[in-house]
């Protein structure tokens, strides 16, 4: 790993620039570290030696781009990760959103979508699946694509199942899905009322209203600039007393909008947005 | 040291004492002193924690290899022993001298140039997240040489080419001396990975990081 070739900050930047003047995603405001290690594993496993020929082949080949894209961001999910907060979302959140007529939820940065599936099981259990609408959005198409399937790694079951049953869950986790080779596909019912569509969260904006917002280790990938910018993007998507829910070492402590919410909890940061 | 006799004691060699002489000055230049470690490695932390004196000039950060998904006390259980509280950083937090960070279950942590945290939860590395050759990586592209990176005691390679990054930043390398460890794998390949990494027992590794106690 050592004896590819380095990538300095100013190549970095480079490579920012060139990305979104050809293909306009900009990726200016994103946390450098990771970003740094993302590309070196990009060039190392397209066995890509110096970031001049990475530069030649962004610019020459848009399929190239396309792999490069998906391998940039970081699309690692779980399902039920954190099963306190999971746990949390049941019995404080979800009780509350209970009295609402029509439950609009809103997943920013899906990745592949298991926390959405994770949330619409939780959803059917409370008897508010059918009145909910779960808007889930990521920046890659790839991603939703994988998505819509509705399926997750067979391999990954087992370790899903026990945080289901930490999270409180209150049936056979094995109800849920239909086991396919090697990997399972959940039930089609839960994501019937899931839509799934490419949204940018650097570049667009509000394009609803929502009760609950979950954003779980996305904004880690973002400096603080536009940690702010989409904290006050969150703030006007949301209804009065709207929760936010973000990862479980991401804090708002130091963030532009931190008067604006309370916590609902602080161990594994759920908020509220004051009216 | 009591209570775990069983580790094999290691009296300090001449080899040991001629390098610790040679990196004696490179302490006050270090900024960020970063400890990965597996198993066998806890105790040793514990041990390490204990030795610190009361102010520092520099910021330790430990990455330990950890289950993720089960509550965990460890920020505790590894303060249990010293007047040093461990801080789990929030991603983004800045990273300040005299203070002891401990990588997050279920994240890798990173170091970005304005030497705060960032917090990534990309593919496990070498079976672990936290994993800790990427928080070595960059250390050494954000601290240089004013990084000493050591490796303690553990059952796989993590932390090996992030020592070796440590070096060629031009920062310190310290394995802990693999006849001292419990799991004997990840120091050794440590040293693979950057052969002039110095090696070290646990006490001298505290008397390297703590040089103001006697």
Redesign the interface.
Known sequence: ??DTSDIT?EELDDLIQLIKGHYGYDFGDY????L???VRQCMEKAKIPTVYDLRFHLLNETSFFAWFLQSLT?N?TEMF????FYRNLRETVIPRLASYPLIKIWHAGCATGEEVFSMAILLKEEGLLERTRIYATDINPANLEKARKGTVPLSAMK?YT??YI?SGGKAEFSSYYEARYDEVVMDPALLERVLFSQHNLVTDQVFNEFQLICCR?V???F??DL?NRVLKLFYDSLVPFGYLAL?????L??MDVRSQFEAVSESVKVFRRKA | MSGRSSRPSVSPSKYSEEKRNAVADKIPQTDLVVIGGSAGCVPVIIDLLDALPPSFPFAVVLVIHRQKSVPSEMDKVLGSNSHVRVIEPNDKDFILPGRVYLAPQNYHLLIEQDRSFSLDYSEPIHYSRPSIDPTFESAADVFGRRCTGILLSGANRDGADGLASILQSGGTAIVQNPATCDFPAMPQAGLEAAPEALILAPAEIASFISPEKP
């Open positions: 790993m050592n900050p946390s450098r570290a990771s740094t290690r993302r970081v690692v990760r954190d099963p306190a370790e026990a945080n930490r280790n904004l880690i990938y400096n603080k940690q990862g479980m070492k991401e804090s402590l130091f």
